[in-house]
């Protein structure tokens, strides 16, 4: 793949706009507050999506759901989840992202506030849909907004900070989510995240900055030279296109509102989301690879809370959520693979990644032995998987323009949903006929077949060393 035509146009497109856009990114580097408020409110955000899975055996017993179907809530935020990457997360590719961000966050304050009241487990469920729905919007958009503003030689760093802030929102939502439960129950903990969500809506109302049309910041800025800035990106544009016949500019400090994305209409929109997925080999690679990174996510810590509660361990909602903490250790240590792939490393990180997650499932299923196992299988699990997600997400950015990174993340995380969607109702099912070790064996699985894939898909410059020191 790595010597396919269009990937070379591709990387050679990106050289040229890359000396291009130092002319007209007249933005300087985001400043370090920034990228923590877009780490935080990516966390907060994501949050929301996965409070849910340490209470299944709560939710079970208050609506009557048998323990081998409970895995449904799960998938239902999943579903939820896809909704938004069709439908809501490429309109940042249409109208402005702050705008948009803000009445989705609006939204999701008055379906958290739903959910904590479900009379039913149709209304929780349809709750639960949209919250993954509103939860996954606002994240996407965050991370896609966080890239378009920032400079093409940062942009994965960036990314690996904003994807940093999801991984430790998720899994510090497990955390959260035990501990409020067990002091005031799981429809608490949607009451809390109403009212979080509310002060984050007015510290990004007050914080949040307004993108200027070349990708960078819009603040402090006259209007002469936001002209003069417009004119040189028009020049420079034209100048690409009439060399290349490209139908899209290249620049990947090119945001949302460039009149090339703005004259797309809403069915347009969508379908060429679609259309990058049929078309660019960089995300239909790396989305393959996040749909079976996040089925194996997915396995684990859906089914976690099922054994942990139950005898012999009978641990409190709050001593499951506990073991979230250990895999921040995992996230956090993987927070510079951005950094890696800016640099070029994205394939060998993936390869050593799928290596530790592999390894994890062999740990974590002697779980039975000592829960020391399952701590050092959490850490590389969680480890190995956001090396993954932050590599995918820093080479797919690199291969479209900014106009399209909406688009991009929006069909890139749909392969996510679909895995995880998958993930967790297999989990739950395999739990109930084969136990933990099954459950184990499913994850171990996947994973194999992950890194088969990778395997197979390296560009054939980086696979021929491979196999000359495999054959000596």
Known sequence: MGDHPEA???????????????????????????????????????????????????????????????GIVVTATQVGCALALVFVVPLGDLIDRRRLILMQLACLV???????????PHWMLVGMLA???????????????????????????????????????????????????????????????????????????????????DGGLNAARSKS????????????????????????????????????????GYLTLITSTFGLIARDRVLQTRGMLALLMFAAFNIFWTALVLPLSAPPYSLS???????????????????RAGHWADRGAGQRTTGIALGLMLLSWLLMAGMAHSLWWLVIGIVLLDLGGQAIHVTNQSMIFSAQSGDAHSRMVAGYMLFYAIGSGLGAIASTAVFAVAGWVGVCLLGAGVTLAALAFWGITLPRKMRAPAEARAAR
Do not use: C
């Not at 856009?21 to 877009?38: D, E, I, T, Y």
């Open 8 to 70: 070379s146009a591709v990387e050679g497109s990106a050289d040229e706009s890359s000396r291009g856009s130092a002319a007209v990114h007249l933005a300087a580097r985001l400043p370090r507050l920034l990228v923590l408020l877009f780490a935080i409110a990516a966390g907060l955000s994501v949050a929301n999506v996965y409070y849910a899975q340490p209470l299944l055996d709560a939710l079970a017993l208050e609506f009557g759901i048998a323990d081998a179907s409970i």
């Open 225 to 264: 030279e936001t002209s003069k800035a417009g004119a040189l990106k028009a020049a420079s544009t034209s100048s690409r296109e009439s060399a290349s016949g490209a139908s899209l500019p290249a620049s990947p400090t090119t945001s949302a509102s460039t009149p090339v994305a703005a004259r797309l």
């Open 317 to 335: 909602h709050t001593q499951v959520g506990a073991f979230g903490l250990v895999g921040v250790i995992g996230a956090l240590a993987a927070a």
């Open 131 to 213: 919250v993954g729905l509103l939860g996954t919007a606002m994240t996407q958009g965050l991370i896609a907004y966080a890239a378009s503003v920032a400079g093409p030689t940062e942009r994965g760093s960036v990314v690996g900070a904003a994807q940093s802030g999801v991984v430790i929102g998720l899994l510090l939502a497990r955390t959260v989510s035990g501990s409020v439960a067990d002091l005031a129950g799981w429809r608490a903990v949607f009451g809390t995240a109403g009212v979080l969500a509310v002060l984050m809506w007015a510290v990004l109302y007050y914080v949040l900055p307004v993108a200027s049309k």
């Open 110 to 120: 008055l379906v958290l506030a739903g959910v904590a009241l479900s009379p039913s």
